[in-house]
Antibody
Framework: EVQLVESGGGLVQPGRSLRLSCTAS????????MSWVRQAPGKGLEWVGF??????????EYAASVKGRFSISRDDSKSIAYLQMNSLKTEDTAVYYC?????????????????WGQGTTVTVSS | DIQMTQSPSSVSASVGDRVTITCRAS??????LAWYQQKPGKAPKLLIY???NLQSGVPSRFSGRGSGTDFTLTISSLQPEDFATYYC?????????FGQGTKLEMK
């Protein structure tokens, strides 16, 4: 079964750090592009960032709201993507989802984020 | 950044109705657009990719059209399980952006 499972969420004080994990199964993780998307309580979806596969350099892209504070990495040997969140702010409070994405120079169109985890909740509060 | 504007923000409809949701991009995005459905407390689900392609397993009552700046998602005959919030998302350039969402409610 194709699956993504996020973990690592919780309650954290402003200014502190937290690392989320996204564990993949049922597909070739190393070939996959991975995105993180968040949703603040009662709000819409906000894209956080993206990591390409190592075939495309494993490079990353970020939303302006998190650039310089958040970083995405991957461990293909463990089929895990990470979201390292530093200098957390109260406005980072949200459910964080990881997703399998399809966006490479080889694609002729955008195939979307077709697999999603169940989400993990991050609450930033003193 | 490319702004994605959905309309309406909410719509009330009945089972069997035909519903169309519009998404407009602030600049051309070709067909680099996806549509998602989200139910309360659940992760989004991919419905349409490449603006008009039905994701595997999604009922054929869902369809997408458009290219450039104007896109639509149509549900041809609403079923009870379709009441949810729908989002468009562009991937033509970074940062990805989502529309604000359209909440489809039962009349």
């Amino acid at each position: 079964e194709v699956q993504l499972v996020e973990s690592g969420g919780g309650l954290v004080q402003p200014g502190r750090s937290l690392r989320l994990s996204c564990t993949a199964s049922g597909f070739t993780f190393g070939d996959s592009v991975m995105s993180w998307v968040r949703q603040a309580p009662g709000k819409g979806l906000e894209w956080v960032g993206f990591i390409r596969s190592n075939a495309y350099g494993g490079t990353t892209e970020y939303a302006a709201s998190v650039k310089g504070r958040f970083s995405i990495s991957r461990d293909d040997s463990k089929s895990i993507a990470y979201l390292q969140m530093n200098s957390l702010k109260t406005e980072d409070t949200a459910v964080y989802y990881c997703s399998r994405d399809h966006n490479t120079p080889m694609e002729s169109t955008y195939y979307g984020m077709d697999v999603w985890g169940q989400g993990t909740t991050v609450t930033v509060s003193s | 950044d490319i702004q994605m504007t959905q309309s309406p923000s909410s719509v009330s409809a009945s089972v069997g109705d035909r519903v169309t949701i519009t998404c407009r991009a602030s600049q051309g995005i070709s067909d680099w657009l996806a549509w998602y459905q989200q139910k309360p407390g659940k992760a989004p689900k991919l419905l349409i990719y490449g603006a008009s392609n039905l994701q595997s397993g999604v009922p054929s009552r869902f369809s997408g059209r458009g290219s450039g700046t104007d896109f639509t998602l149509t549900i041809s005959s609403l079923q009870p399980e379709d009441f949810a919030t729908y989002y468009c998302q562009q991937a033509n350039s970074f940062p990805y952006t989502f529309g604000q969402g359209t909440k489809l409610e039962m009349k």
